[in-house]
């Protein structure tokens, strides 16, 4: 039987697409034969150049997510979009007593939910009128447990994935009447560069080792294919083992 993990044809953005998930993503999401637009605030012009000496179609839009109309004019460049994977996120390691933390709480909502936000209120109409599209959201273990593994300090990271939980299942129920599924995924420790400072006691963790960007990706894809058609307002667990409700 010829499996359903194919994303030929599709037009995949990705956020915070220049590296990491993001970046694991896109390759992934090529070499299932999809196009991909990374939207990130530093140039993903490496990647793209990476994707297309491959083979692959990519183009990498600069911008910030927290700013609405930057968002717009990358829907209004890119074109029609299948798939949007809302990924770009932000966690300062910041100590949260300190006087001016409030502002560091600002920006992290501003990127992660609100960022989220600006995202499906650019793309998720247009899907609508084609009725036929998936919106994965990027959230994490921290909203499911109420902590971060290597960083306890992170409330605002925490706070926002936590509202990003929410949103996937808000979001979820708007779009589904449109035949469109929104999903989300909700990552462990992963070696990205939010922990590249880190040093987690590997021994508390199940499987004794973090999360490589691909073992996050590959769920990702999964949720954009066909082969996910009847899962809705779902987050996905992929953290090794880290949280068992």
Same mark, same amino acid.
């Given at each position: !039987?010829?499996? +359903?993990?194919?994303?030929?044809?599709?037009?995949?953005?990705? %956020?915070?697409?220049?590296?990491?998930?993001?970046?694991? %993503?896109?390759?992934?999401?090529?070499?299932?034969?999809?196009?991909?637009?990374? #939207? =990130?605030?530093?140039?993903?012009? /490496?990647?793209?150049?990476?994707?297309?000496?491959?083979?692959?179609?990519? #183009?990498?839009?600069?911008?910030?997510?927290?700013?609405?109309?930057?968002?717009?004019?990358?829907?209004?460049?890119?074109?029609?979009?299948?798939?949007?994977?809302?990924?770009?996120?932000?966690?300062?390691?910041?100590?949260?007593?300190? =006087? =001016?933390?409030?502002?560091?709480?600002?920006?992290?909502? =501003?990127?992660?939910?609100? /960022?989220?936000?600006?995202?499906?209120?650019?793309?998720?109409?247009? !899907?609508?009128?084609?009725?036929?599209? @998936?919106?994965?959201?990027?959230?994490?273990?921290?909203?499911?447990?109420?902590?971060?593994?290597?960083?306890?300090?992170?409330?605002?990271?925490?706070?926002?994935?936590?509202?990003?939980?929410?949103?996937?299942?808000?979001?979820?129920?708007?779009?589904?009447?449109?035949?469109?599924?929104? +999903?989300?995924?909700?990552?462990?420790?992963?070696? %990205?560069?939010?922990? %590249?400072?880190?040093?987690?006691?590997?021994?508390?963790?199940?499987? /004794?080792?973090?999360?490589?960007?691909?073992?996050?990706?590959?769920?990702?894809?999964?949720?954009?294919?066909? @082969?996910?058609?009847?899962?809705?307002?779902? !987050?996905?667990?992929?953290?090794?083992?880290?949280? !068992?409700?």
């Amino acid at each position: !039987m010829k499996h +359903n993990l194919d994303l030929a044809g599709r037009h995949v953005l990705i %956020t915070g697409g220049a590296g990491g998930i993001g970046a694991a %993503t896109a390759r992934i999401s090529v070499g299932l034969g999809a196009r991909v637009s990374l #939207v =990130d605030v530093v140039d993903a012009g /490496g990647l793209v150049a990476e994707l297309r000496a491959a083979g692959g179609d990519a #183009v990498a839009h600069v911008a910030d997510v927290a700013d609405r109309a930057a968002v717009e004019r990358v829907a209004a460049a890119a074109g029609p979009v299948d798939a949007v994977v809302a990924n770009a996120g932000i966690c300062p390691h910041d100590d949260w007593t300190a =006087d =001016d933390w409030e502002d560091a709480f600002h920006r992290v909502m =501003d990127v992660n939910v609100l /960022g989220t936000l600006n995202c499906a209120r650019a793309f998720l109409p247009p !899907m609508y009128q084609r009725k036929r599209g @998936r919106f994965v959201v990027i959230g994490s273990l921290s909203g499911r447990a109420g902590r971060l593994m290597a960083h306890d300090q992170a409330a605002h990271y925490i706070a926002s994935k936590a509202g990003v939980h929410a949103l996937v299942k808000w979001l979820a129920r708007r779009s589904a009447p449109h035949g469109i599924l929104v +999903n989300g995924i909700a990552p462990g420790p992963t070696r %990205t560069a939010a922990f %590249t400072n880190a040093n987690p006691d590997l021994s508390a963790y199940p499987l /004794g080792r973090m999360g490589d960007p691909e073992e996050i990706a590959w769920p990702i894809a999964f949720l954009l294919s066909e @082969r996910a058609s009847y899962i809705c307002g779902a !987050m996905l667990d992929v953290n090794g083992g880290n949280y !068992m409700p």
